[in-house]
């Protein structure tokens, strides 16, 4: 029975129409274009309206399901639970079994070996020693491990699932004989998508990259007589989660929804399709800088696995970008998927998001595009034709280029990195040492240019240089020469430099400041004149401090010939612009 007062308060708000909505935008916009001010358009191709409404929502494939229903758009079950896997990379069988075994007591759920690979029976043993009724993956397995996971499997009580991250496409002929001997609760092989993801791919390339690896390898099998659900059982998908919050959780439901399509059409059954999916957090996005942020970037990224229905979700520790992860920090990491499970409890429900307008929609997206990208790779030869003849080499650099190139220009954020730099950190005594270096080095990383930067910055004042030190003078109109300050501070933050920000009534006083660069902020209008009267009083002072504009005036010609050095403003590119001046500066 309908509560009374509930209907009757629902019926005080009125509906709003799309077109009621749409001349609230208008009016609040007054007269600019709400497609070039308000539509978002994502690295997928994707064009994000500004709302949604339930007209979005007829038409979408699979929008009323329930979670642990085929096709799984909602989940592969019924809870929203996942488990906690911890990756565990030591350098012997003993201390990674004793890592794994407090990781475990302190609230992990799954252990994932990596590190070392296991060469004998007798090391195996130790590596699982008390271990037993843990899901365990190995992430580094090759074909002698996988036979002995088989032989130890067999003859034990083991009940724990077990996987591995071999390849699943490295070699057919050897797929089949595992899958025909292995036993249940052995997932053998693994379609790596967040390689692809690390090094490149889009949201929407991940999901039709390891799609169609995972087709080849059903194709594959079925050609060796492989029966399709053995092969689809066999199988784990890995994706990195990235910092675009709500397409990340609808490209976990997108993909499952593509793969149980897939597992069918090879004839396989619904409980077969269920894709097993583990998520680990992105490393590209990972900064030395600022690294506690990579906590906060952890933690959305795993809320994004959770909502978007992994099975299992790796956090990577927040310092693993510039050294091997101490105990604190992976504890840190550990308590990030502790505290969603039991704090914020989401693991009590399952697809939180489902039936929200915008994210069902963005779900359909994703599965039509990921389902195109794996139909051209199909249309090709399969994946590994097409990856044979460079297609998949081709679109991860083009999508790693673009990557970069938006870090750099700053269009994509890196908190404390490219944008928000706190001046004052030192991250030298971090990395400045052979292993900080090659773990810094050895990877694809969004952050390197501007870390090598002020890197650099550093270096030079640990040898016996100076830091070049800033002088952000503002003087004049004061709603502008406060905007302009404040753009130049953010902006040369990320080069490392010592930054003093002063307010002058003239602009003679600023000469006598001190200071290896002056950037002066104030307004178009002025700056002729202040120009002018700061450049004769450093020449009268025998002063040769070059002076940069902050803005980019109609008269920038004009006051490049009067002596200004430079101007920053918006379009400034960012990492030339600094490198430029830091070699100026750096004497």
């Known amino acids: ?71 799984y758009r909602r989940g592969t079950r019924t809870s929203g639970d996942w488990r906690i896997r911890e990756a565990i990379d030591a ?33 195996l043993d130790s590596l699982l020693d008390g271990l037993d009724a843990t899901p ?17 499997l067999r003859g034990t009580l083991r009940a724990a699932e077990t996987s591995t991250g071999c390849d699943a496409l490295a070699s057919a002929e050897f797929a089949a004989e595992v899958i025909g001997s292995a036993p249940l609760g052995l997932a053998p092989f693994t379609i790596h998508g967040a390689a692809f993801r690390e090094a490149g ?48 959780i609808a490209k976990f439901r997108a993909f499952r929804v593509l793969w149980a399509q897939a597992v069918e059409s090879f004839g396989g059954t619904h409980e077969t399709a269920r894709a097993r999916i583990a998520a680990r957090t992105l490393h590209w996005n990972q900064t030395i800088y600022d690294p506690h942020v990579n906590i906060l970037r952890a933690t959305t990224e795993a809320m994004a696995a959770v909502l978007g229905g992994a099975d299992a979700v790796t956090v990577t520790p927040f310092d693993a970008c510039y050294k091997a992860p101490d105990e604190a920090s992976r504890r840190l990491a550990r308590n990030t998927q502790l505290l969603l499970k039991h704090e914020a409890w989401l693991g009590r429900v399952a697809d939180a998001g489902g039936g929200s307008y915008a994210l ?24 590994r034709t097409a990856q044979g003849e460079g297609m998949f080499a081709q679109a991860l650099q083009r999508g790693l280029a673009a990557r970069e190139q938006a870090v750099a220009l700053r269009r994509r954020v890196l908190v404390g990195t490219n944008q928000y730099a706190n001046p004052a950190e030192r991250a030298l005594d971090r990395v400045d040492n052979r292993a900080g270096e090659q773990r810094m080095h050895a990877d694809l990383r969004g952050a390197r240019a501007y870390e090598e930067l002020r890197l650099r910055t550093e270096r030079h004042a640990a040898a016996g240089g100076n830091t070049p030190r800033v002088l952000l003078a503002e003087i004049g109109d004061v709603k502008m020469r406060a905007a302009r300050s404040a753009f130049a501070t953010n902006f040369f933050a990320c080069a490392g430099f010592e930054l003093q920000t002063l307010r002058f009534k003239k602009a003679e006083e600023i000469a006598t400041a001190g200071a290896d660069l ?39 010609e004009e006051l490049r010939m009067a002596g200004i050095a430079d101007f ?12 430029k001046w830091q070699e100026t500066l750096l004497v």
């Open 1 to 71: 029975m309908k509560n009374m007062e509930t209907e009757k308060l629902l019926e005080d708000f009125l509906p709003v129409s799309t077109a009621e909505w749409q001349a609230a935008i208008a009016r609040d916009l007054k007269g600019a274009d709400p497609e070039k001010r308000l539509v978002w358009r994502t690295e997928e191709g994707m064009a994000v309206k500004p709302f949604y409404r339930a007209a979005d929502l007829p038409g979408l494939a699979c929008a009323n399901t329930t979670p642990g229903d085929f096709p």
């Open 91 to 123: 350098a012997n069988a003993e201390e990674a079994n004793a890592m794994a075994r407090a990781a475990v007591a302190a609230g992990a759920e799954q252990i994932a070996f990596g590190g070392f690979l296991v060469e004998s029976a007798r090391e």
């Open 136 to 152: 365990v993956h190995f992430e580094r397995a090759d074909e002698p491990l996988i036979r002995m996971l088989i032989k130890r």
């Open 201 to 248: 791919a889009t949201a929407v390339e991940e999901i039709g990259f390891a799609l169609a690896s995972g087709v080849d390898f059903l194709a594959a099998l079925a050609e060796r007589g492989v029966d399709v659900n053995r092969a689809a059982a066999a199988l784990e998908f890995s994706f990195a989660v990235g910092s675009n919050y709500f397409f990340e």
């Open 360 to 383: 069902e929609t963005i779900t359909d997206f994703m599965a039509r595009e990921g389902w195109k990208v794996m139909q051209d790779i199909e249309a090709r030869g399969g994946f």
């Open 518 to 556: 002056i950037v002066l902020c104030s307004s178009d209008a002025e700056y002729a004149a202040q120009a002018s009267a700061l450049l004769a009083q450093l020449r009268a002072l025998g002063h040769e401090t070059p002076v940069i504009v902050a803005g980019n005036p109609e008269n920038a």
């Open 568 to 579: 920053v403003h918006v379009r400034t590119p960012p990492l030339d612009f600094l490198a």
